[in-house]
């Protein structure tokens, strides 16, 4: 069956220092491949989207993320984290036809 | 542009009573999707439109819901006889499929407590 798994269910990380987010996904093909943030009280936003090409795709606010066809991995990562940057984030696929799966989320707390 | 809107923002009400949310979506998004998110969870899938036909409901939505979308604008979603486990945020989400790169654009959502 098609899946996103995030296995973080909580990271916690001092401010400035370097952010990893985990995203593995359980498809027949690859498929196109989001970030989202949830900031409270808000909708979710999308951060960056991967669909073929330079398996590393830059983002809004900083992020970056890289997908490994090998691992079925598309981690979230952020090299300074500021304290804004605490929120929930989804992981996300889309296999093209309609159908969207999100993994459970990432909830981020940031240190000052 | 003014985005996804949804309407109500949160919704309190008591078992057994019938609860309407309302979405519209960006104008020029023929793809329009409803989530049910609850806490410590992603969004979950539960009806898909494009135009104005349902193309695809969820086995979470149960005969209790009901959603439309008439004339391919807005969208309603309808729980009849609300049960306190329906009580969830319910995200509204539209997008023109992979003719707008696959992106979604999530509105506010409507946080439902059933009392």
């Known amino acids: 069956a098609q899946s996103v798994t995030q296995p973080d269910i909580h990271i916690t990380v001092s401010e400035g220092a370097s952010l990893e987010l985990r995203c593995n996904y359980s498809?027949?093909?690859?498929?196109?491949l989001f970030w989202y943030v949830q900031s409270p009280g808000q909708g979710l936003q999308l951060l960056l989207k991967?669909?073929?090409?330079?398996?590393l795709v830059q983002g809004i606010k900083g992020f970056e993320a890289e997908f490994k066809r090998s691992q079925s991995s598309f981690n979230l990562r952020k090299p300074s984290v500021h304290w804004s940057d605490a929120a929930e984030y989804f992981c996300a696929a889309f296999s093209g036809t309609y159908k969207y799966i999100f993994g459970t989320g990432t909830r981020l707390k940031v240190l000052a | 542009d003014t985005g996804v809107s949804q309407d109500p923002r949160h919704k309190i009400t008591k078992r057994g009573q019938n609860v309407t949310f309302r979405c519209d979506p960006i104008s020029e998004h023929n793809r329009l999707y409803w989530y049910r998110q609850t806490l410590g969870q992603g969004p979950e899938f539960l009806t898909y439109f494009q135009n104005e036909a349902q193309l695809e409901k969820s086995r979470l939505l149960s005969d209790r819901f009901s959603a439309e979308r008439p004339k391919g604008s807005f969208s309603t979603l309808e729980i009849q006889r609300t049960e306190q486990g329906d009580s969830a945020m319910y995200l509204c989400a539209s997008s023109r499929g992979l003719a707008g790169g696959g992106e979604q654009f999530f509105g506010p959502g409507t946080r439902l407590t059933v009392l």
């Open positions: 498809y027949g093909a690859t498929p196109y």
């Open positions: 991967y669909f073929s090409g330079d398996t």
